[in-house]
């Protein structure tokens, strides 16, 4: 199967393997998520980092680890969060 774009009968959901596929990630990781149960109901549920305080914000990138916090604005903190 080199050259095959279908995954092969072992995933059930082609579709989502081949959307993962094309947004990078790994045919193992792509199988993974396409074959887990429920995957297409997970997710979409957070709240958006705009309607977060500036303090929430801040503990959220705290627990990421980033550097140069203290002095960061709100939205350096969503910056920060969205490309870390």
């Known amino acids: 199967m080199p050259n095959d774009k279908t995954p092969?009968?072992?995933v059930k959901d082609?579709?989502?393997?081949?959307?993962?596929?094309?947004k990078g990630y790994s045919k193992?990781?792509?199988?993974r998520i396409a074959n887990s149960k429920g995957a297409e109901k997970r997710g979409?549920?957070?709240?958006k980092y705009e309607d977060r305080t500036k303090?929430?914000?801040?503990?959220?990138?705290?627990?990421?680890?980033i550097a140069g916090r203290s002095t960061m604005?709100?939205?350096?903190?969503?910056?920060a969060l969205r490309n870390n």
């Open 44 to 47: 979409g549920n957070a709240e």
């Open 28 to 31: 193992e990781k792509s199988a």
């Open 14 to 22: 082609p579709e989502q393997y081949e959307a993962l596929r094309r």
């Open 73 to 79: 604005t709100k939205a350096q903190l969503i910056h």
């Open 8 to 10: 092969g009968p072992q």
């Open 55 to 65: 303090q929430d914000l801040y503990e959220q990138v705290k627990k990421v680890g």
